[in-house]
DNA sequence: TTTTGTAATTAAACACTGTTCATTTATATT
DNA sequence: AATATAAATGAACAGTGTTTAATTACAAAA
């Protein structure tokens, strides 16, 4: 019949058109500062309408996060063809500095927000999914390291931890604007400065 | 008279009241969730009363962000007793951490949220006074450090930031839930696992 | 072509929010 | 007791997320 497809396809093409309004808000202007009415009215459509195709305000936001997560992911694989397994773990690095920084709110959302875990604590599931895979791709990375020798005396999980726990808190100390602690003139490049003595402290480890 | 000063004494105690209702619906609620209304209600006062005493939402939050730091840097102070001073910087880690987690709303609110910021950046302070005293007292051990020969081969600026952004990277993963992708038996350490990585990493460097 | 059934959309309503302000209340001084 | 002043109030404004009864649009059946 064809038609079922046709209505079907339009059901989706309105949920990908409020997602696209809802990001885009949400990156202007913020989480916290968009309303529902506001989504409504770039979209042309009433309030109402969105929650039929999501939940809650929430749900919009946790679409977005998971989609921030497959970006993120698609610049990771491209790391693959690197051979040694030190250098792929500070292409990792870099990347994700890189990604955090061109994509602030992004970062935000996937990374700082607490919105997104209250999601998966009010459904029903107990993992963050988008964010284990993102570590295990670290974990396994290291493990390589490790089994080539490097960093002796130091444990898997903890050290995965620790080096991302370090990316992490540069990034979102630069996001959420504490930087301006640091000297004046290093401001800009505090965040370039302090990756790169952290792969200096991992090279002589 | 007296009658002024007992006057102005009981200003002082509604704006204390005030302070101490906020600062208890904003840790129980957390700060998005607890309105105007909420405090005025326990305080048994009237919204419009609050307004008399702080400009708006913002300030109340502020001068509770204020004095969380006043209270890390009491617990900090302790330390300069400790001659050594790679000890010294230890032990500001673990107070640090230490102060993060039992004090999570608190940390939340000075390391993570961006309304004080917003608040800075609205009066006229260019300057965010309360995390400057905070990182000039870590710089200021990192270069006793550097002085008595450790950390050779590194720049006291970066490396101050990358301290910081490492234990700040721990403890706000674990504040805002994002070690759920730990291994499920490490969790609850992971945190002082990563920094007794850490602290092993510093001895050897 | 008209009727029917269903799915999509809407406007209105509810109970909130931060904030402002004219009015009322309380109280110290004259 | 009257006055001046500072403090507290409650109503109002314009917004919020969300729910729901009513309406509209439209494909399928008669």
Redesign the interface.
Known sequence: MGVAERKEREKEELREQILTAAKSLFLKKGV?KTSIRNIADLIEYSPGSIYHYFKDKDEIFYALHQGGFQQLMAKMVVINDLPHPLERLKAMGRIYVHFALENPDMYDLM????AP?DHVARTKA???NE??A???FLRSTLRECMEQGYFQ???E??????I???????V??SI????????AD?QDT?VK??L???F??LD??
């Not at 990374?111 to 607490?114: H, L, P, Q, S, T």
């Not at 999980?157 to 620790?162: C, G, K, P, R, T």
């Open positions: 916290e990374f700082i927000k607490e875990l107990l993992e963050w964010g284990e993102t570590f295990k005396g130091q444990e999980e903890a050290l995965s931890f620790l991302w726990s370090t990316v992490h808190g540069m979102s100390l959420r604007r504490r930087c301006e602690v640091v000297l290093r505090i400065d302090g790169n003595a952290f200096n402290i002589r480890l």
